[in-house]
């Protein structure tokens, strides 16, 4: 089966293979762990890990500052050497303050973590930096094109996490979702520094460090604040549905979002990481930018058409049968969720262009928009204490934003590819 993961082919559609035959495997595992999660863990329990996983992605954005994104950008290797120093130093020292944070709350014994208890928040700082580290060597990997190094990586974490949730779910361990969660993430970051080969305490990395923190900048200034809207839109359901409504609730939301979301993590991301590589020397090459961008659009589309409309149309049967008559209203849930986690499975892979066009100063505007109109959406909801009335406006919101940033990202777009027609037609 490792000869499925290093086919090591140049082509675009080689290495979305290279890589996607390794989460497609992992995608497999994640599906066929729910049916037994759900018969071994309550909503409740799925409704707290939820919250756990929602607030360590959060926090893991803030830490690196999304450095981590440029470090494929830079054509010297050291320079990519230095991105990846500065986002570990960056997310190491915002989990040791935060880490002393909770410590000095503790101490005044104020409760300011939505009634969770201390060794949940103290599990949401470990996992904040498992998935910053994870990230940060998934961008280094991308720099080196071994999509067979993440291939294999994505297949560990799923395999382990879902061994672990199962086999602590199993002998009743508290938490046990969590600790699945931590263990499969520890256990692919192992994998990653074995193979990544990287010395980041190197002396005359200090200065290299200086120099990217600088000319990198725009990352901070620009894309951090449009990921943590962006991630803030996508886990401020969590947050509201913990404080509005139940956490029995928070699990049925929970499933139905992870259940639809395991093609964007797996098939989007996969897709995603080799093409912001292409696209970005595309960039570079001064190539037509508009035809790839289409035929990406186009391929998701058809990959995702059929099992979406399955899940609108038969939502509540099918997570009935797959599930436990227990889980009907997350298929419910699912149903209105699954028009704009469509749109987001074709679209959302081809976000970071932004970033290789060097319009990410615009990003913020769009990722505004989005967290507003789902903020507004869920509050209205709560205030009148209904949950799908919440889930409903959510999906028209988010529906409108992500229409709005590709409708510009086409015009950008075309603008470049406009501009190298005009330089064609100038030189002949």
Known sequence: ??????????????QVFTLGSGTLFAQIITSLSYLVLTRIYSPDDIGVFSFFHS?????????????????????????GI????????????????????????????VDLFFGYSLTIIVAILIGCLFIGFFNIF??????????????????LQALCTSIGQIFFGFYSVPLGLILGFLSGRFISLIYYKLKSGIKLFKRELITDTKS????YSKQPKFYLLSRILSQGANESPIFLIAYFFDSAILGFYGLAYRVLSVPTTYIGTSVGHVFFKRFSHKVEKSEFLLKPLFLVWSSLFVIGIIPILLIFLF???????????????????????????????????????YISIDKQQYIPMFSTIDFVGRVAGLLIGGFYSDFFLSIKLLVIFQTTSVLILNLFLIYFVKIHDN??????????
Do not use: C, Q
């Open 212 to 215: 990217v923190s600088i000319k």
């Open 55 to 79: 607030a360590a992605i959060v926090l893991s954005i803030i830490g690196t500052a999304t450095y981590e994104h440029a470090i494929i950008l830079p054509k010297r290797t050291k320079y």
């Open 82 to 109: 230095a991105l990846f120093r500065l986002s570990a130093i960056l997310l190491s020292g915002l989990v040791t303050l935060l880490s002393a944070f909770v410590l000095f709350i503790r101490l005044l014994n």
């Open 1 to 14: 089966m490792l000869k499925l993961f290093t086919n090591r082919k140049k082509t675009f559609l080689g």
């Open 315 to 353: 939502g509540p049967d099918l997570f009935e049968l797959i599930f436990g008559i227990e889980w009907r209203i997350a298929g419910e849930i699912a149903g209105h969720l699954s028009p704009v986690l469509f749109l987001k499975f074709i679209t959302g892979p081809t976000e970071k262009t």
């Open 138 to 155: 998934n961008y280094w990997f991308i720099r080196l094109e071994r999509y067979d190094t993440i291939s294999i990586s994505k297949l």
């Open 419 to 428: 501009n190298i027609i005009s330089n064609i037609s100038n030189k002949t």
